[in-house]
T-cell receptor, first 109, second 114 residues
Framework: EDQVTQSPEALRLQEGESSSLNCSYT??????LFWYRQDPGKGPEFLFT???AGEEKEKERLKATLTKKESFLHITAPKPEDSATYLC??????????FGPGTRLSVLP | KAGVTQTPRYLIKTRGQQVTLSCSPI?????VSWYQQTPGQGLQFLFE???????NKGNFPGRFSGRQFSNSRSEMNVSTLELGDSALYLC?????????????FGPGTRLTVT
């Protein structure tokens, strides 16, 4: 069965304290891995798509990387406005999108 | 460019009733997917529509159904509501599921079943 797990479940950082979030997946076939950010009461906001091992993408303080079994979302010098739940999802060749449970990130000023 | 819109934003229904939720995708997007989000189960895929046809379906009972219109707008229907159907229902659109996989989500409809 296709499965996506994320760790840690929750993370508290001080402003400026860099860290990484992990997304591990077990799927029959990977067409793409996606990262989203979700603020309370809102729909997920698209961040990145990664398609193959070794691929990296960056956006402001965020950098996503992909290996054959996992993806990392690196947050460099985070700010309080980066506080949100970060979700990863995999597309298993059109079967459906399988989402992980998310990591709740809190960045304290 | 306008984003994905969902109506209504909030709904309160009673057990046994039925409900219809609406989603308008981003202009030009032809694929619409529906998800259920709950604190316990997270985001779970319901179904995807493309060009008025259901292309994929998740593991939900037949009480959950949907359709897509020629203008790509989509509706989902839940019949015989149960307490466990209380959730945030999210719709996401993408240009074309086969060539552009980025899905853009709407704000969701918060359904409460009492």
């Amino acid at each position: 069965e296709d499965q996506v797990t994320q760790s840690p479940e929750a993370l508290r950082l001080q402003e400026g304290e860099s860290s990484s979030l992990n997304c591990s997946y077990t799927v029959s076939g990977l067409r793409g891995l996606f990262w989203y950010r979700q603020d309370p009461g809102k729909g997920p906001e698209f961040l990145f798509t990664l398609y193959s091992a070794g691929e990296e993408k960056e956006k402001e303080r965020l950098k996503a990387t992909l290996t054959k079994k996992e993806s990392f979302l690196h947050i460099t010098a985070p700010k309080p406005e980066d506080s949100a739940t970060y979700l990863c999802a995999v597309d298993n060749y059109g079967q459906n999108f399988v989402f992980g449970p998310g990591t709740r990130l809190s960045v304290l000023p | 460019k306008a984003g994905v819109t969902q109506t209504p934003r909030y709904l309160i229904k009673t057990r046994g009733q039925q409900v219809t939720l609406s989603c308008s995708p981003i202009s030009g997007h032809r694929s619409v997917s529906w998800y259920q989000q709950t604190p316990g189960q997270g985001l779970q895929f319901l179904f995807e529509y493309f060009s008025e046809t259901q292309r994929n379906k998740g593991n939900f009972p037949g009480r959950f159904s949907g359709r897509q219109f020629s203008n790509s707008r989509s509706e989902m229907n839940v019949s015989t509501l149960e307490l466990g159907d209380s959730a945030l229902y999210l719709c996401a659109s993408s240009l074309d599921g086969s060539s552009s996989y980025e899905q853009y989500f709407g704000p969701g409809t918060r359904l409460t079943v009492t």
